[in-house]
């Protein structure tokens, strides 16, 4: 049986706590502009948000997906991500399902596909992927071939699909592999025409540029998000998500 699964169904209006403050006296949800934005339209996305019918996200990944580090599962990115989404969407039924299982690589998500995705018949997918192979120091079980048909197998079930890379935390960043991974997923992303939520640079520039503290947005292990983090990942996700769907309502055509 895959543990750490939850869903959350939202009508708008539900109320989260707001974004904690982050450690070393950082209080506000940094998101800079040009590290967000999507390149690719979201039509089917679109068009079901145009429909009024209930929204259904799958949020597929492992443990990053699944909330380490947070505090509880209302502070993992999924669920803050619902509430995010429903601000910007009122009056819309949403529907955001946490897929993420710790220490899972891509090919054990795609193992799990038809049930943990296909069968939910969802309007967008965010598969997060890629931290466990930098891990493992084994980049052989994450090629560019296993990326993109993961993309195509999403595409063939009508859904769209948004790709998230690795995290910037202390016990990624001395790998030699991270940036050559970050690098693969994004160069997927272009072959396959599909967006890509960069995470890594988000991240990078909260300390690189915001001068936060890894303590401040990495959970104490090192690795894993904390609740700031996760909150604000889930508001710069959010926002990336709705200026692609805004350029375009029509209904999606076939790629």
């Known amino acids: 049986m895959i543990r750490s699964l939850f869903a959350v169904a939202v009508l708008a209006d539900v109320g989260m706590p707001p974004i904690p403050p982050a450690g070393g006296g950082m209080t506000a949800c940094m998101v800079p502009a040009d590290p967000i934005q999507l390149d690719f339209p979201l039509w089917r996305m679109a068009y079901q948000l145009a429909s009024g019918d209930l929204l259904r996200i799958v949020a597929l990944g492992s443990s990053s997906t699944a909330g380490a580090g947070a505090s509880s599962a209302a502070s993992t990115y999924p669920s803050r991500l619902l509430v995010e989404l ?60 296993l990326i993109r048909d993961g993309v195509r197998r999403t595409r063939s079930i009508g859904t769209d699909i948004v790709l998230i890379d690795p995290q910037y935390a202390p016990k990624l960043i001395g790998k030699p592999q991270l940036e050559d991974m970050v690098a693969l997923i994004a160069s997927a992303a272009r072959k396959e025409s599909v967006d890509l939520f960069p995470r890594f640079a988000l991240m ?52």
């Not at 429903?86 to 596909?113: C, H, K, Q, T, Y």
Request: glycine share 6%.
């Open 86 to 145: 429903a601000r910007l969407f009122p009056s819309r039924p949403m529907l955001v399902l946490n897929r993420g299982v710790n220490g899972e690589l891509a090919i054990d998500m795609l193992a799990r596909f038809d049930e943990s995705v296909a069968a939910e018949h969802p309007n967008l997918v965010l598969w997060q992927l890629g931290t466990n192979a930098v891990l493992r120091s084994d980049q052989r079980s994450l090629s560019d071939a």
């Open 204 to 255: 990078r520039h909260w300390h690189e540029v915001d001068g936060m503290p890894f303590e401040g947005f990495v959970s104490a292990d090192g690795l894993h998000m904390n609740d700031w983090s996760y909150a604000c990942m889930a508001k710069a996700l959010a926002a990336a998500i709705a200026g692609a769907t805004m350029r375009d309502r029509s209904r999606p055509t076939t790629r």
